[in-house]
């Protein structure tokens, strides 16, 4: 196996992003990574507050957000827009040269709108094609790229597009040429054995203890899509996964999930 | 003298942004330029909807908006994010591999925070600096920047910053290396002798010309400062600059202004 250079792509969820204090932490804690990195962010409270604001009505199928036409103008303007931006700038006064991105902008990262027998998602896209070339140039000469959930068709349609998935598509093509880390960082510590209790975090999962821990109902909802981006990245040569809070970022003395085949 | 190859820069205002089949029939004039090229738009109505829709009030001093910190966020969200993002995700559909910017996007464009002995204009930033390494590496990549009227000042915050202005600094900065044209593109012919004929257009503008023109009140208010914007430019090493309508870009059978020193 060649040498591979290493990357390390992180994914902020929205829950810190709500958090003017806990941002500025993680960004400092980010900027202090050595070596080329790339970071991925969710779009936390400021889309919901802002469509309500705007007197847009959420629409939910089965408890999922479906993206009409005025969501998606609304995604676009605070994940694209506002937090995209303000990320870019506060990582910039961190001697990182960041620059913000969505799928659209270069081409980076194309999507198709989420075709489901029953239902009409709006505009959701689900990722075709990453383009590395551009990608790999940009962190050749230093950038750090921070990637919005905001893709697009290729057809001047832009898509709205799971943050976790878009982390770990990236981590994927990238894995091509970097030795690539994903550390999906959120405002727990792990992935927890008890809900309840914030400490019990689990400090390894394997392929098989997931799907135990699935029967079981450990692991549930909203964890499992983001344990199947992760299985998914680690099958296509990504080298590390970690899911944990921003402390992840310090690896010396923290404690956090390592996802592992 | 060296031979640069050419670069074209067209700034859009905010009056075609604002009209949907105007903004359709720009974009595929600006998508058949050939040899490479850069956008800058405006803001159009859409911060001045949102922030109203927000319900928050703006602030003008002498008639000059002041950029409060809601109208920063504001701002960002539409310029920087729906209306750069539209037309990228537009240009990537006529085959345009456009890269949508911040000025704090890879540090591109740096601004400070304007001072003013009398007033505070809130976060209005004046250009200091563009950086055309990292731009330059993008163009020879076929890669089209399409500019927002957004910058940062380094330490963090950004900043709201005249749309023409950016045209006018990228033009300057990027004359070292190329043979610039900046067309300046707007909802008229061009610049108009008579403000109620929108035949008028004044075919040609020397810089003795302007001093007459300005002196007899022929040009006036939003007029002045693109010009002043545009000589700066011509005296700066830009060699071909152009006020007028869309049709300008189909340069054959148009008629616009033509800024000559």
């Known amino acids: 196996m060649e040498n591979k250079s290493p990357l390390t792509v992180v994914k902020i969820g929205g829950n810190i992003i709500d958090d003017a204090a806990a941002l500025e932490n993680f960004l400092s804690d980010f900027a202090s990574l050595t ?21 847009i009505v959420p629409v939910f199928h089965n408890g999922k957000r479906i993206t009409n036409a005025p969501m998606l103008e609304v995604a676009v303007m605070t994940y694209a827009g506002w937090i995209n931006k303000f990320i870019t700038g506060k990582l910039q006064a961190l001697q990182t040269n960041a620059m913000g991105f969505t799928g659209a902008d270069g081409n980076l990262i194309t999507s198709e709108k989420r075709k489901d027998t029953t239902i009409d998602f709006g505009f959701a896209g689900d990722i075709k094609a990453v383009n590395t070339t551009l990608l790999k140039l940009l962190i050749a000469q230093g950038i750090v790229p921070v990637f919005s959930a905001i893709t697009h068709d290729g057809n001047g349609q832009l898509l709205n597009t799971n943050a976790d998935t878009i982390a770990s598509a990236l981590a994927i093509a990238l894995s091509k040429t970097f030795d690539v880390e994903l550390l999906y960082c959120f405002e727990k510590k792990g992935v927890l054995s008890d809900i309840e209790n914030e400490n019990s975090v689990l400090p390894k999962i394997t392929f098989d203890s997931y799907k135990k821990l699935k029967h079981k109902g450990v692991i549930h909802s909203g964890m499992l899509p983001k344990l199947d981006n992760c299985f998914e990245a680690l099958s296509q040569g990504v080298s590390q996964i970690g899911i944990g809070g921003p402390e992840m970022l310090q690896k010396d003395n923290s404690i956090f999930t390592h996802i592992t085949s």
Chains 1, 2 share one sequence.
């Open 35 to 55: 070596g080329p990195k790339l970071l991925v962010h969710g779009g936390g409270k400021l889309a919901t507050r802002t469509a309500e604001s705007l007197g």
